[in-house]
C-alpha cells in the first residue's frame, strides 16, 4: 500500500469544502456561544469539518478503488454517532429541559458537513442561510413564546412550631415550583421558580404572610 497524493485540482476542491465546513460550522456555533452554551464556537467547528472530512473521504476511497467503498456508509455512522454528544448537552433538572436547540445545532452542523463533504456547496448554503435564520431571526420569537421564569431564595425559620414539611406544603399550595432546599439547625433555604415575574410583588407580598418566612432574595 503506497501513500497516494491527490492531484491538484481535486485538493483544491477538498480545500475549498474544509474551509467552507470551517466558516459555516464557525458561524453557527459563534451564535451558541454569544447564548452562553458550552458548546460554542470550536465544537461546531470540529463537528462540521468531521463531518465533511468524513464524506471527504469516502468520495475519495470509491475514486480510488471504484465501487468496492459505499459512498453512504461512513456518513450514516456520523448521523448516528453524533448523538453521544448532544444528549451530553442536556440537561434536565425539576420540570425543565435545557440544552435541546444547542444538541439539535451539533447534529443539524454535522449533517451540514456530509452535505460540504459530498460536493453539493449550494445545498449546504441553503441549509446555513436556514439554520442562521431559525437561530437568530426566530430567537426573539422563541423567548416570548417560552414563559418566563424567576428565580427566588426565602429563608425561613425553623425556630417556630413549624417544619420543612409545613413550609414545603405552603409553596405547593401556592403552586410554586420547588427546585431545592437546604437546610441548616434554624433556618432552611427554599429554592422556587415563579413562571409569571410581572406579577412579582404580588407574589414576593404573598410570600412574605406566610409564618415564618424572614427574607427573600431575587437570584
Not at 145 to 171: A, M, Y
Not at 174 to 196: Q, R, V
Not at 199 to 215: A, P, Y
Amino acid at each position: 500500500m503506497s501513500l497516494s497524493l491527490l492531484p491538484f485540482d481535486i485538493y483544491l476542491t477538498v480545500l475549498i469544502r474544509l474551509v467552507c465546513a470551517l466558516i459555516f460550522g464557525g458561524i453557527i456555533g459563534f451564535e451558541r456561544a454569544n447564548s452562553k452554551h458550552d458548546a460554542g464556537l470550536r465544537t461546531h467547528i470540529i463537528v462540521c469539518l468531521g463531518a465533511t472530512s468524513v464524506m471527504i473521504v469516502s468520495q475519495l476511497v470509491h475514486l480510488n478503488y471504484g465501487g468496492v467503498s459505499d459512498l453512504t456508509r461512513l456518513g450514516a455512522q456520523v448521523i448516528s454517532g453524533i448523538g453521544f454528544l448532544g444528549v451530553g448537552c442536556i440537561i434536565v433538572t425539576r420540570n425543565r429541559i435545557r440544552g435541546l436547540t444547542t444538541a439539535a445545532g451539533l447534529w443539524t452542523t454535522a449533517c451540514l458537513g456530509l452535505v460540504i463533504g459530498a460536493g453539493f456547496i449550494e445545498v449546504a448554503a441553503t441549509m446555513f442561510l436556514l439554520i442562521m435564520l431559525t437561530a437568530f431571526a426566530l430567537r426573539p420569537l422563541s423567548l416570548k413564546l417560552r414563559p418566563v421564569e424567576t428565580t427566588i431564595e426565602v429563608t425561613v425559620s425553623l425556630t417556630s412550631n413549624k417544619t420543612i414539611t409545613d413550609f414545603t406544603n405552603d409553596f405547593i399550595k401556592l403552586n410554586y415550583d420547588l427546585a431545592s432546599i437546604k437546610s441548616a439547625k434554624e433556618k432552611a433555604i427554599f429554592i422556587l421558580h415563579i413562571t409569571n415575574p410581572d406579577e412579582k410583588n404580588v407574589l414576593f407580598r404573598t410570600i412574605l404572610d406566610i409564618d415564618g418566612v424572614v427574607g427573600i432574595t431575587e437570584l
